[in-house]
């Protein structure tokens, strides 16, 4: 588990990227994409929304590696849905639908996820 600071999913992997190749790190890029991308399972991204609170905006799924990129998915993710009254960010957090690829790896570790947990209320 580690901290980058970063605007969006999307942007952590590029600052990861960034980071190895300050380094002095003497690999192509794409060597360095597929170790990430073998490497992360989740990234966990907070924002400080307009009322100045932090809140949990995505979890979003590493997947693969696609021809040059990293295939990204969220799988939750915050709503929002105006300001209350007191000028607080009201929102919710989804679920987008997706299972997570990673799942078989946590069942052959003995965690049991119900399959609902990923389904969008409505």
């Known amino acids: 588990m ?6 969006s999913p999307r942007d952590a992997l590029a ?3 960034t980071m190895t190749l300050m380094a002095g790190m003497e690999l192509p890029i794409s060597a360095i994409r597929q170790q990430i991308a073998s490497a992360l399972h989740l990234i966990v991204h907070q924002n400080r929304l307009r009322d100045g609170s932090r ?3 995505s979890v979003t799924e590493v997947q ?6 990293i295939v990204l998915q969220d799988l939750f993710v915050f ?3 105006g300001i209350d009254k007191e000028g607080k960010v009201v929102g ?11 799942m078989d790896i ?4 003995g965690y049991q996820l119900s399959a609902d947990i990923f389904m ?3």
């Open 79 to 81: 709503k929002r849905h």
């Open 120 to 122: 969008p209320l409505s």
């Open 2 to 7: 580690s901290t980058v600071h970063c605007n």
């Open 92 to 102: 919710e957090h989804t679920a987008t639908g997706v299972r997570p690829l990673f």
């Open 106 to 109: 946590l069942e052959a570790e």
């Open 15 to 17: 600052r990861l990227e």
């Open 64 to 69: 693969r590696m696609e021809g040059e990129g």
């Open 55 to 57: 809140r949990i905006t």
